[in-house]
C-alpha cells in the first residue's frame, strides 16, 4: 500500500461533480429519506458514484442501457453523514439500506473509484443480492501518491491541475468541473468529510478479502489512470476469483466520462456474454 496522502486521494476524486444540466433529462426522485435517478425497466443497475456527488458523471450509461434495464442512481450521504461516521464502511451500510428500503434482487452494481470501494464492501456480505460486480478506476487496493498532505483549496489553479490529472486528456476539465470543484473544497463541512473519507478509503485496504468474492466481476479500466495505475486492476484481477479485466486506450480514471462508448460497449458486451441480456 502507498502512503497515507489524503492529496492524492482528493486528486483522485476531482472529477466527480454534481451538476444541474443533469436533471434536465432525468428527474431526482426523493423518498424514504434517500435521493435517486430511476430510469428504464429491466433487470437492476446500480451505479455508485465518487466522493462528489457525481450522478452526472453515469448520463451515458443512462442513455445506453436504460432501453433495456432499470438503471438507478442513488445519491450517497457524503456531505451529510455524521463527521464520527463518515467513512466507508458507513456508505456500504447506506447502500445496504436503499437496496433494502427499494427490495432489489440480482442487481448488477457498477462503481467508479470510492463507488467502486463502497460496492466491494457492499458485496462483500451481500453476495445473494449482487449478481454482477463492474469495477471501473475502483480503489480499496491503494491509490498513487502525488505529493503534499493538504489541499491549497484557494489556489483554482491548483485545483484545475488536480482535476485534469483524473483525465488523459486534461481538456476534460472544462470550466464548469473546475468552478464546481473549486466551491466543493472551499466549504468547510463539505472538505472535512471530503477528507475524511478519503483517509478512511486509504485506511480500508481489501486486499485479504478479495479472494472471498466471488461474484462474477468485469473490470474496466483505463490504460492512462493515474490515480488507480494499470497494476491496481491487473492486482485486482488477480485476486478477485471470478473477475475479467479490459482495459481503454487513452483513457484516465473515468472511463465511463472520458471515453463512454467503448466503456458503454464493452460493459454490454460482457453482460451480454455472461446473463445472455
Request: aromatic share 12%.
Amino acid at each position: 500500500m502507498l502512503p497515507n496522502n489524503t492529496d492524492a486521494s482528493l486528486a483522485s476524486e476531482f472529477s466527480y461533480f454534481y451538476s444541474k444540466h443533469f436533471f434536465v433529462h432525468y428527474k431526482l426522485k426523493e423518498e424514504g429519506g434517500f435521493q435517486y435517478i430511476d430510469e428504464g425497466k429491466g433487470p437492476t443497475l446500480l451505479l455508485l458514484h465518487g466522493l462528489f456527488g457525481a450522478l452526472s458523471n453515469w448520463v451515458d450509461v443512462v442513455e445506453k442501457f436504460s432501453p433495456k434495464y432499470n438503471v438507478v442512481i442513488p445519491l450517497l450521504p457524503i456531505y451529510t453523514l455524521p463527521l464520527l461516521n463518515t467513512n466507508v464502511k458507513a456508505l456500504g451500510a447506506f447502500v445496504d439500506s436503499f437496496i433494502k428500503y427499494k427490495n432489489y434482487r440480482d442487481i448488477i452494481l457498477v462503481g467508479n473509484s470510492l463507488g467502486g470501494h463502497v460496492s466491494l464492501v457492499y458485496v462483500k456480505d451481500h453476495q445473494d443480492v449482487v449478481k454482477a460486480l463492474v469495477l471501473t478506476g475502483s480503489s480499496g487496493l491503494y491509490e498513487n501518491s502525488m505529493g503534499g498532505t493538504f489541499p491549497r483549496r484557494e489556489d483554482y489553479n491548483y485545483i484545475k491541475e488536480k482535476v485534469g490529472y483524473t483525465f488523459y486528456d486534461p481538456k476534460n476539465a472544462n470550466k464548469e468541473l473546475v468552478d464546481e470543484c473549486f466551491a466543493i473544497v472551499n466549504d468547510r463541512g463539505k472538505l472535512i468529510r471530503i477528507l475524511s473519507l478519503a483517509k478512511s478509503a486509504i485506511r480500508h485496504n481489501m486486499g485479504d478479502e478479495l479472494k472471498d468474492i466471488h461474484v462474477p466481476t468485469c473490470l474496466i479500466w483505463g490504460k492512462q489512470d493515474a490515480i488507480t495505475p494499470p497494476e491496481v486492476a491487473e492486482e485486482f484481477h488477480q485476486r478477485l476469483p471470478q473477475s475479467e479485466l479490459f482495459w481503454i486506450d487513452k483513457c484516465g480514471h473515468a472511463p465511463m466520462m472520458e471515453q463512454p462508448v467503448e466503456f458503454n460497449e464493452l460493459l454490454d458486451q460482457w453482460l451480454k456474454k455472461r446473463f445472455l441480456i
